[in-house]
T-cell receptor, first 116, second 112 residues
Framework: GNSVTQMEGPVTLSEEAFLTINCTYT??????LFWYVQYPGEGLQLLLK?????DKGSNKGFEATYRKETTSFHLEKGSVQVSDSAVYFC???????????????FGKGTLLTVNP | DGGITQSPKYLFRKEGQNVTLSCEQN?????MYWYRQDPGQGLRLIYY???????QKGDIAEGYSVSREKKESFPLTVTSAQKNPTAFYLC???????????FGPGTRLTVL
C-alpha cells in the first residue's frame, strides 16, 4: 500500500535560518504530492503541490520538487519567520475506484518552531 | 465566502453517548471526507463520499457512521461503539476534476 515517511520533529530554528523537512513516499502509479500546514487549533491548509515527476511546487517562499528517482518531496525554505511555526504534513493522493474521490495518505507531521 | 464549516469547534461527550459532528461546504465539491487526527499520528481516513447517497469506509470506520443526503453536507456520528473517540476531527472536500482536498477548521471531541 501507499505510505509517506517524513522527518520526525520537533524542529527548532532561529529566524532567517534555512529549513528542510524531508519526505519520502511509497506508492503505486503516479500520485500527486502535497505539503499541508496546520497552525495550532486549526484545520489543514494546502501549502503546495506537484502532480508529476520533476514538477516544483512553490508558495510563500516554500518549495518542494517531485523526485521520482528518489521517491522524495522535501520541503525547503530559504529564510524562515516566526510566523512559519506550525505542523507540516507531507501527503500523496491515490485515485480510488474512479469517480471523484482521491484518498490522501499522510505522514505523521513535523512540528516546526521558529524563535526570534 | 466559499469554504468548509465544521461545528461545533469543541464538543464534550459522556461515555455511552452518540454525538454528531457537522460538516457543510458551499464550494459545490463532489467528494467529501472525514479524518481523525491524534497527536503524533498524522491523519487517518474514517469515511468518504463521492456523490449524494453513497459513501465508503476508510481505514478506521469502526464505531462511526455517516450520511450524505445533500451534496453540501456530510455529518459524522461518533457512536458509543467507538472505544477511544477523543480526537480532533477534520472534514475535507474536493471537486471531481482535481485531487486537491480542502479542509475545514476541525472539531475537537473530548469524552469525559
Amino acid at each position: 500500500g501507499n505510505s509517506v515517511t517524513q522527518m520526525e520533529g520537533p524542529v527548532t530554528l532561529s529566524e532567517e535560518a534555512f529549513l528542510t523537512i524531508n519526505c519520502t513516499y511509497t506508492a503505486t502509479g503516479y500520485p500527486s504530492l502535497f505539503w499541508y500546514v496546520q497552525y495550532p487549533g486549526e484545520g489543514l491548509q494546502l501549502l503546495l503541490k506537484a502532480t508529476k515527476a520533476d514538477d516544483k511546487g512553490s508558495n510563500k517562499g516554500f518549495e518542494a520538487t517531485y523526485r521520482k528517482e528518489t521517491t522524495s518531496f522535501h520541503l525547503e525554505k530559504g529564510s524562515v519567520q516566526v510566523s512559519d511555526s506550525a505542523v507540516y504534513f507531507c501527503a500523496l493522493s491515490d485515485r480510488g475506484s474512479g469517480g471523484s474521490n482521491y484518498k490522501l495518505t499522510f505522514g505523521k507531521g513535523t512540528l516546526l518552531t521558529v524563535n526570534p | 465566502d466559499g469554504g468548509i464549516t465544521q461545528s461545533p469547534k469543541y464538543l464534550f461527550r459522556k461515555e455511552g453517548q452518540n454525538v454528531t459532528l457537522s460538516c457543510e461546504q458551499n464550494l459545490n465539491h463532489d467528494a467529501m471526507y472525514w479524518y481523525r487526527q491524534d497527536p503524533g499520528q498524522g491523519l487517518r481516513l474514517i469515511y468518504y463520499s463521492q456523490i449524494v447517497n453513497d459513501f465508503q469506509k476508510g481505514d478506521i470506520a469502526e464505531g462511526y457512521s455517516v450520511s450524505r443526503e445533500k451534496k453540501e453536507s456530510f455529518p459524522l456520528t461518533v457512536t458509543s461503539a467507538q472505544k477511544n473517540p477523543t480526537a480532533f476531527y477534520l472534514c475535507a472536500s474536493n471537486r471531481a476534476s482535481t485531487d486537491t482536498q480542502y479542509f475545514g477548521p476541525g472539531t475537537r471531541l473530548t469524552v469525559l
